[in-house]
């Protein structure tokens, strides 16, 4: 099948992939009294008097936008906000069938951070969570660590950590396959964005020591006064060797390599330079940045994609239905690193040692049975770490 021409078919027939479902029965005076006036009038200054009530007493305990301003549309870049909305209007759906969470697409138009922000505060009363999508780097480091400053209910930009929760969920699995330890290897990853940064940043978190950052122009090093701040900052808990160069050199004896960059940036020869048993995550798309057959046949003990057609998809369709799905049901402040680590090793969990294997590292992203064990490691993660508003531990 042509997935590309298809869905362009499926979307003019669909008009849309998620509308809106009536809760309640309004078929007579009496129902119409109670779903509305005069009767709604009680639960409106109930939440008056308790805003918190607002999660008891209407949806909003259970939805959650989908938010963009359509500068980094999957692998299209800045396509604008409209043409953005099947991609957000598609993160809906997968959010209703795995998760069971309401969610509605909110394409912003404006680039401007600080319009961004106030928007999504404005708003906020009406929701249970934020999940930003699609917004480049390096503006979506601040929009998402200001909101989660400025609000009391989670922020999640998925392009950044759920990136990095899957990618450390497939990682944890693959490195059991090889006997290989998260704090020993050398781990390389290709891609500074949003999704690159964010990945070096949770590997850290998950214990990981030596990780080398390269762009397009080659190795992040620290003291470089050509980078930017995001890559400044990246640049101090990286690269601990200050080591200079292109791709090809930071590669050479690596572990692990890992690509959100761009297609057919590895060569075999760079593969043959890793290190034994190596492990190769290359998720550029829709072409990798590597081809899993040519990696495979250059010495890789592992490789998954970002894609559908090849084993081992590495897709954050695993993390966010079931990681709001936990966070919403015990009303979590935020998502903090403790949440996001129980998303990752739930994740891992979920495949039995004895389906474990070269070829199947991960679940897939439509076993229902997966989400609900993010759900319940998040839920508890969020107890125990004291950001629910619900429980205490």
Known sequence: MNYREESLKKQAEWRGKIESVCRVPVGNRDELSLAYTPGVAEPCMAIHADVEKSFDLTRRWNTVPVITDGTAVLGLGDIGPEAGMPVMEGKCALFKAFGNVDAYPLCIKSKDPEEIIKT?????????????????????????????????????????????????????????????????????????????????????????????????????????????????????????????GTLADAMKGADVFIGVSAPNVVTPDMVKSMAAKSILFTMANPVPEIAPDLAREAGAYIVGTGSSQYPNQINNVLVFPGLFRGALDVRARTVNTEMMIAAARGIASYVPPEKLSREYILPYAYDKGAHECVAKAVAQAAIESGVSKLYSK
């Not at 950044?160 to 497939?170: F, K």
């Not at 330890?181 to 949770?202: M, P, T, Y």
């Not at 978190?205 to 390269?214: E, F, L, P, S």
């Not at 122009?217 to 990246?234: C, K, Q």
Request: glycine share 10%; proline share 2%; aromatic share 4%.
């Open 120 to 244: 999504i505060k404005l708003l906020s009363g009406s929701f249970g969570g934020i999940n930003l999508e699609d917004i480049s780097a390096p503006r979506c480091f601040e929009i998402e660590t200001r909101l989660k400053e400025e609000l009391d209910i989670p922020v999640f930009h998925d392009d950044q950590h759920g990136t990095a929760i899957v990618v450390a969920a497939a990682l944890t699995n693959a490195l059991k396959l090889a006997g290989k330890s998260l704090e020993d290897i050398k781990i390389v990853i290709n891609g500074a964005g949003a999704a690159g940064i964010s990945i070096g940043k949770f590997l850290l978190k998950m214990g990981a020591r030596n990780i080398i950052m390269c762009d397009k122009f080659g190795i992040i090093a620290e003291g470089d006064p050509s980078l930017n701040s995001a890559h400044r900052e990246i640049s101090l808990v990286t690269n601990r060797a200050k080591l200079t």
